[in-house]
């Protein structure tokens, strides 16, 4: 019996934000798959063979026997279901992870698009939760991260958007913390709502960041297999975005800010390979849903 899955607030931001690795370590293979059935496996219908998800990522040099780990773990996490057609395996993204990973996809593909002007209050959230807890400080900050606040100290977190109150209550609730006060305040002539935003969150680094993916994911794949690896690997980049950049106002922005040029780069290209990529796909479940394929079956 598959163990219940855990809470969305907590599972969306390590889930949508772990960074693509070329060494194939058990956490980085999981994260490449929840990529793919996100991008290839759920717009398809929902359902995958075991074979076809060893295919893909081959190419991302990960060996068959530890894509099955990872689909076995998903599985045990309440991701996926399995069906026994004869010898072989046939998967199927359960309700939840459904769900899940559209919500995840909301979430990243609005990362850089136009957001209205601020009215110059902020959201802050005051939240005490013991030295002795750090498991539930660690909790706390992923998920309330994810909601678009940055920690300014003292167990206080900001966040520029009056709209995510009841996303972080709900994150504080999920917790069990009680002792939470949350409040609106404009920053008054003792202090800057820019060096406010430098406090809460590295944007330095979250520049930086953006500027390497520009740098790296300008491909030209030269067939659709290569496309489907392509797509993979750009949104397995682009999704840990969403808890690096809160999506702050412009004006609390440093000039000539990378976040915009990113996001219509990333749209762009997942636009162009989207197609091809999932011809690709759609031959390859073809192929081994057939007795006369030549491939190991599972």
């Known amino acids: ?32 798959l929840v990529t793919v059935l996100g991008e290839l496996v759920r717009p398809a219908g929902g359902t995958v063979w075991t074979q076809s998800l060893i295919e893909i990522l081959d190419d991302f040099g990960v060996e068959p026997a530890t894509v099955r780990q990872s689909i076995s773990r998903l599985a045990n996490e309440g991701w996926l279901t399995s069906t026994r057609v004869g010898r072989r395996t046939r998967w199927q993204i359960t309700p939840w992870a459904t769900d899940l990973l559209a919500s995840g996809a ?30 539930l400080r660690y909790q706390l900050g992923v998920g309330l ?6 920690p300014i100290g003292g167990g206080t977190w900001a966040c520029p958007w009056a709209d995510r109150e009841l996303e972080a209550v709900e994150i ?10 949350v409040f609106h305040a404009e920053v008054g002539t003792a202090g800057d ?13 979250v520049a930086d960041a953006y500027v390497d993916f520009l740098a790296t994911t300008d491909l ?44 219509t780069h990333f749209a762009t290209a997942r636009a162009r390979w989207q197609n091809p990529a999932s011809d690709w796909w ?12 030549q491939r190991p079956v599972l």
Do not use: C
């Open 1 to 32: 019996m598959n163990s219940p899955p855990p809470k969305p607030a907590a599972d969306l931001a390590p889930v949508l934000g772990a960074r693509h690795d070329r060494s194939a370590t058990a956490p980085s293979v999981r994260s490449l």
């Open 106 to 135: 909301e979430r990243i593909y609005a990362l850089g698009q136009p957001r209205p002007d601020w009215d110059g209050r902020w959201l802050l959230l005051m939240a005490s939760v013991p030295e002795s807890r750090r498991d």
């Open 145 to 150: 991260g994810w909601a678009g606040f940055g």
């Open 172 to 181: 504080v609730n999920e917790l069990g913390l009680q002792d939470v006060t």
């Open 193 to 205: 709502s820019r060096d406010l935003a430098e406090r809460g969150w590295d944007l330095s680094s």
């Open 220 to 263: 030209q794949p030269p067939d659709d297999r290569s496309t489907a690896v392509a797509l993979i690997s750009l949104v397995h980049a682009w999704r840990r975005f969403p808890l690096l950049d809160p999506g702050l106002p412009a004006s609390l922005l440093p000039p000539d800010w990378p976040g915009e040029r990113a996001a």
């Open 282 to 293: 759609a031959h390859t479940e073809a192929l081994f849903s057939t007795a006369r394929s």
